[in-house]
């Protein structure tokens, strides 16, 4: 009988840590340009001046960028792996005539270390010409940014 309690009791600790482990906060979004000539990713852009015309040089040095990497952050109880926990991205591209493209991105298989961090990262291509309002949820968390992108036509 008192190892049936202490089983029973260690599963029901067990229990608790995979429902508070699959609670996954959103720790950071930051957002890098590929810069084509060099051939490397800038600086985190996310809280930049708007930019111009980078598909026809308007990066730095005049470098041209099309494409934007996301790198998303996740903080999580440390070292586990919540079998639940998702997050979703939303990206919103909107044009100059108002249409609307979105790009639906959604993560699972979270695995946090000793840090209780975990990252998520994506590519969006052709995305340097519309401004881009970034959504990201997770449980209750849930952070925004927004990139300005213009060109001329």
């Known amino acids: ?17 995979t429902a ?15 810069l084509e000539h060099e051939g490397r990713l800038s600086g985190d852009i996310v809280g930049a001046p708007p930019f111009a015309d980078l598909p ?19 903080a999580g109880e440390k070292n586990t792996a919540p079998k639940y926990a998702a997050a979703t991205v939303d990206i919103t591209q909107t044009g100059r005539a108002g249409q609307q493209i979105v790009t639906h ?4 298989n979270f695995i946090f270390g000793a840090d209780g961090l975990e990252h998520k990262a994506f590519y969006l ?3 340097t010409c519309m401004p881009l309002a970034i959504d990201v949820r ?3 968390s849930e952070k925004t940014a927004n990139l300005d992108f213009q060109c001329q036509q």
Do not use: P
């Open 1 to 17: 009988m008192r190892r049936l309690l202490f089983a029973a009791a260690a599963l029901g600790v067990l229990a608790g840590q």
């Open 20 to 34: 508070e482990g699959a609670e996954v906060k959103i720790a950071a979004v930051k957002a890098y340009l590929f």
């Open 56 to 74: 026809k040089g308007g990066g730095s040095n005049h470098d041209t960028a099309t494409g934007v990497f996301f790198d998303l952050t996740f």
């Open 105 to 108: 991105k959604a993560f699972t």
């Open 125 to 127: 291509e052709g995305a």
């Open 138 to 140: 997770s449980g209750k």
